[in-house]
């Protein structure tokens, strides 16, 4: 058995950790308003597991409209995988469900979420032989397209504008990105990809003006160059943007759109050809051409080794602070995981975690969610020691960030752990870990809520959770989360219990937040009644 993570983009096999509460620890280290504020458990969704086949439980948020749940089967006395798809609303009430007796010739690689409909890619092994299966998020009915790509494509990112398919990744190690027509089967490569020492770095698509945004990274003459090559629906090369500094490397970046010509791309960058961050960089394109950048090293940011305890933190920021006093340049050994940017109406939002890898493991590795490959890999494990949050406003700088510190959390595949949800005037950030939910709240670059626990419960008050497998969390919408995974739950301990897949509706209350901060700012000394 075993229960996989939504995510927004392609799918990626991974295991996972959980949530909890000791509310003696909290007493001690949360201010007295903290422990006023509450992640509360609403609606819970209990699905039996099946004794008689091998199971994979996804759930995919579906924001407002509610989620997605999928579950794959394989009966012992069939060869074909059944898919079966529940839609429910937003009170975890089932509005229909629909299944797919899958080929046993194929196998799945990716899924994309679209706005209106969720689709899978499949391939037959062996062979330049994929199936698209399309489902349709109102009314659950599904279309399925085959189509012959390459054979040996290492897929990488799957997504879908319009009617075509985007499946890019290797093809004899070196980047391609190949366009399906589900209408016509026509199948075309991208042009001006196919180059040697060329990494994929992401396929950022704008649906609304129809433009497909490749971007790579490449060494070329002992130099790191990041560019970015638009193409139009029909896959025309329009122009081509490149990012070179003789000092500093870019990592990844991420578009913000102002308008047709008009962009901004924040991401990070190291020193030299590395995986090594050396802090985050913004910069704005006008057209083809990218302005001066912005480059903020970590040490410019006022939280980011709050994660340490303070007798080290000292120490690290006094020798920061005498190399920079000497003249000499600072270097980081980080690696950043960045997530999609959270846009707002006044600002842009980054959020990245600090993870190290860890040694190899044995254990085995979880396949599934949505916008991450299916087909398992043999990765090291990562280690989290932090994670940081920073808002920029809409001409590109940068106006806070902060920090939560993650302690002793581990995947054994790199996947994206803490989750922040805007909620009111403040930011959650949560992340689960060994059956519990550890949440933190923010008022941008000032911790307001320190960290609380919080358990997730089964739906009967008779019960209690015997073991915690699977577990994952999401933002759904507003200020609610999706808990969802895999327990054991029984009257006793005693007692085997049943094994079942749970979804758990979750609040976060910020109201008594701000009245108590109003108290706090009315008592201080000196200040006007």
């Given at each position: 058995m075993c229960v996989t993570p939504q995510k927004e983009e392609v799918m990626h096999n991974r295991s996972i950790n959980y949530f909890g509460l000791k509310l003696m620890l909290l007493m001690v280290v949360a201010p007295l308003w903290g422990a006023l504020a509450q992640l509360q458990q609403s609606d819970r969704l209990e699905i039996p597991t099946s004794s008689s086949s091998s199971e994979q439980f996804e759930v995919f948020s579906l924001g407002e409209r509610g989620i997605l749940s999928v579950i794959r089967g394989n009966e012992f006395s069939n060869r074909n995988e059944q898919w079966e798809f529940v839609k429910y609303d937003t009170t975890l009430k089932a509005l229909w469900r629909t299944s797919y007796k899958l080929d046993y010739r194929y196998i799945p690689v990716m899924a994309y979420k679209g706005e209106e409909s969720g689709y899978w890619l499949f391939a037959e092994?062996?062979?330049d032989k994929f199936l698209f299966l399309q489902l349709n998020f109102q009314d659950g009915s599904i279309d399925t397209y085959k189509g012959n790509l390459l054979s040996g494509v290492d897929v990488q990112h799957f997504k879908v504008i319009g009617s075509k398919a985007l499946v890019s990744g290797y093809y004899r190690s070196r980047p391609i990105v190949i366009v399906h027509s589900f209408f016509d089967h026509t199948t075309r490569v991208l042009p001006g990809l196919f180059e040697k020492n060329t990494e994929l770095n992401n396929v950022d698509i704008n649906e609304i003006d129809g433009y497909i945004?490749?971007?790579?990274?490449?060494?070329?003459r002992k130099n790191c160059v990041f560019e970015i090559k638009t193409y139009n629906y029909d896959g025309k090369l329009l122009k081509r943007t490149s990012l070179s500094d003789p000092r500093y490397s870019f990592i990844s970046g991420q578009i913000v759109p102002l308008n047709a010509d008009d962009s901004y791309l924040i991401g990070n960058y190291?020193?030299?050809c590395t995986q090594y961050s050396q802090g985050l960089y913004v910069t704005h394109i006008s057209d083809d051409t990218p302005e001066e950048p912005q480059f903020i090293e970590f040490s410019e940011l006022q939280n980011f080794f709050n994660y340490m305890k303070p007798k080290r933190r000292a120490r690290v920021l006094e020798k920061i602070g005498k190399r920079k006093s000497l003249g000499k340049e600072n270097r980081f050994r980080y690696?950043?995981?960045?997530?999609?940017?959270?846009?707002?109406?006044?600002?842009?939002?980054?959020v990245a975690e600090v993870y190290y890898p860890n040694q190899r493991s044995t254990s085995p590795i979880i396949s599934g969610g949505m916008s991450r490959p299916y087909v398992a890999r043999a990765l090291e494990g990562y280690r989290y020691t932090h994670a940081i949050v920073c808002g920029f406003d809409l001409s590109g700088k940068l106006i806070w960030d902060n920090t939560i510190t993650i302690k002793d959390l581990t995947s054994f595949d790199l996947q994206e752990m803490v989750q922040v949800t805007p909620v009111d005037d403040y930011f959650v950030l949560a992340y689960p870990q060994e059956g519990e939910i550890h949440t933190e709240v923010i008022s941008r670059n000032k911790v307001v809520v320190e960290t609380e626990k919080f358990k997730i419960n089964p739906k009967s008050e008779k019960e209690k959770v015997?073991?915690?497998?699977?577990?994952?969390?999401s933002p759904w919408y507003g200020q609610y989360f999706l808990a969802y995974g895999m327990q054991r739950i029984g009257t006793s301990s005693i007692v085997q219990g049943r094994e079942v897949f749970y979804v758990n509706k979750l609040t976060y209350k910020t109201d008594e937040i701000g009245k108590m901060e109003a108290k706090e700012e009315a008592s201080r000394p000196g200040q006007q009644p």
């Amino acid at each position: 058995m075993c229960v996989t993570p939504q995510k927004e983009e392609v799918m990626h096999n991974r295991s996972i950790n959980y949530f909890g509460l000791k509310l003696m620890l909290l007493m001690v280290v949360a201010p007295l308003w903290g422990a006023l504020a509450q992640l509360q458990q609403s609606d819970r969704l209990e699905i039996p597991t099946s004794s008689s086949s091998s199971e994979q439980f996804e759930v995919f948020s579906l924001g407002e409209r509610g989620i997605l749940s999928v579950i794959r089967g394989n009966e012992f006395s069939n060869r074909n995988e059944q898919w079966e798809f529940v839609k429910y609303d937003t009170t975890l009430k089932a509005l229909w469900r629909t299944s797919y007796k899958l080929d046993y010739r194929y196998i799945p690689v990716m899924a994309y979420k679209g706005e209106e409909s969720g689709y899978w890619l499949f391939a037959e092994p062996d062979t330049d032989k994929f199936l698209f299966l399309q489902l349709n998020f109102q009314d659950g009915s599904i279309d399925t397209y085959k189509g012959n790509l390459l054979s040996g494509v290492d897929v990488q990112h799957f997504k879908v504008i319009g009617s075509k398919a985007l499946v890019s990744g290797y093809y004899r190690s070196r980047p391609i990105v190949i366009v399906h027509s589900f209408f016509d089967h026509t199948t075309r490569v991208l042009p001006g990809l196919f180059e040697k020492n060329t990494e994929l770095n992401n396929v950022d698509i704008n649906e609304i003006d129809g433009y497909i945004n490749v971007i790579t990274y490449a060494y070329r003459r002992k130099n790191c160059v990041f560019e970015i090559k638009t193409y139009n629906y029909d896959g025309k090369l329009l122009k081509r943007t490149s990012l070179s500094d003789p000092r500093y490397s870019f990592i990844s970046g991420q578009i913000v759109p102002l308008n047709a010509d008009d962009s901004y791309l924040i991401g990070n960058y190291s020193v030299g050809c590395t995986q090594y961050s050396q802090g985050l960089y913004v910069t704005h394109i006008s057209d083809d051409t990218p302005e001066e950048p912005q480059f903020i090293e970590f040490s410019e940011l006022q939280n980011f080794f709050n994660y340490m305890k303070p007798k080290r933190r000292a120490r690290v920021l006094e020798k920061i602070g005498k190399r920079k006093s000497l003249g000499k340049e600072n270097r980081f050994r980080y690696r950043l995981l960045v997530h999609q940017l959270i846009q707002t109406e006044k600002e842009i939002v980054l959020v990245a975690e600090v993870y190290y890898p860890n040694q190899r493991s044995t254990s085995p590795i979880i396949s599934g969610g949505m916008s991450r490959p299916y087909v398992a890999r043999a990765l090291e494990g990562y280690r989290y020691t932090h994670a940081i949050v920073c808002g920029f406003d809409l001409s590109g700088k940068l106006i806070w960030d902060n920090t939560i510190t993650i302690k002793d959390l581990t995947s054994f595949d790199l996947q994206e752990m803490v989750q922040v949800t805007p909620v009111d005037d403040y930011f959650v950030l949560a992340y689960p870990q060994e059956g519990e939910i550890h949440t933190e709240v923010i008022s941008r670059n000032k911790v307001v809520v320190e960290t609380e626990k919080f358990k997730i419960n089964p739906k009967s008050e008779k019960e209690k959770v015997l073991n915690n497998e699977d577990g994952y969390l999401s933002p759904w919408y507003g200020q609610y989360f999706l808990a969802y995974g895999m327990q054991r739950i029984g009257t006793s301990s005693i007692v085997q219990g049943r094994e079942v897949f749970y979804v758990n509706k979750l609040t976060y209350k910020t109201d008594e937040i701000g009245k108590m901060e109003a108290k706090e700012e009315a008592s201080r000394p000196g200040q006007q009644p």
